[in-house]
C-alpha cells in the first residue's frame, strides 16, 4: 500500500518537528528521483516536504535526479527556492581516484568488468554452437541426399 500522508512515512509530524529542532540544522537527502517522476502520490508528498521545509532556514533538502528525468520536477523548482546543479559524467580519472578512495567502488567496477567478459563469453559460445549446428545440418543434408538417390540398375 502506498503512504498517502508524509507523517507517516517517519511516524512523526513534519512540520511539529521542524519547529521543535528550534533552528537546529537539518538535511534532507532523497536519492533518485527518476523514479517517482511518473508517480502523482509521491510527487505530491515531495511538494509536502518542501512546503514544510520552506519557512525554515535551517532546512535542506538534496535530491538527486537523471538529468534525462529532470523535467518532470519544473513544477517543484519553480514553486520553491530550488537551485539546480547539473553534473556531467565521471571522467575516467575522476572514476579511478573514486576507487583508490573508495575500494567498494573498484570492486563494483570488477563485477562489472566480470559481467561483460561473461556476456562476450556467452555470446561466442552460441555464435559457435550456431556454426557447429549449421554444421551438423549441412553433413545430414548431404548424408539425407545419399541415403534418398534411387539405385539405377
Do not use: H
Not at 535542506?60 to 546543479?85: H, P
Not at 559481467?115 to 549441412?138: A, F, P, V
Amino acid at each position: 500500500m502506498e503512504e498517502t500522508d508524509i507523517n507517516n512515512i517517519w511516524g512523526f509530524n513534519i512540520r511539529e518537528t521542524l519547529i521543535c529542532l528550534n533552528n537546529q540544522p537539518v538535511i534532507f537527502f532523497i536519492d533518485a528521483l527518476e523514479f517517482i517522476a511518473d508517480c502523482r502520490t509521491k510527487l505530491d508528498l515531495l511538494n509536502i516536504l518542501y512546503d514544510c521545509a520552506k519557512d525554515c532556514p535551517n532546512v535542506r533538502i538534496i535530491t538527486s535526479c537523471r538529468t534525462s528525468d529532470r523535467n518532470a520536477f519544473i513544477k517543484l523548482e519553480g514553486n520553491f527556492d530550488v537551485k539546480v546543479y547539473e553534473l556531467g559524467e565521471l571522467t575516467i580519472e575522476q572514476q579511478s581516484e573514486l576507487a583508490k578512495k573508495y575500494p567498494i567502488i573498484a570492486d563494483m567496477e570488477k563485477i562489472r568488468d566480470n559481467r561483460n567478459l561473461r556476456k562476450k563469453l556467452e555470446k561466442r559460445q552460441r555464435l559457435e554452437d550456431s556454426k557447429n549446428l549449421q554444421k551438423r545440418l549441412k553433413k545430414r543434408q548431404k548424408l539425407g541426399k545419399k541415403r534418398c538417390n534411387p539405385i539405377m540398375i
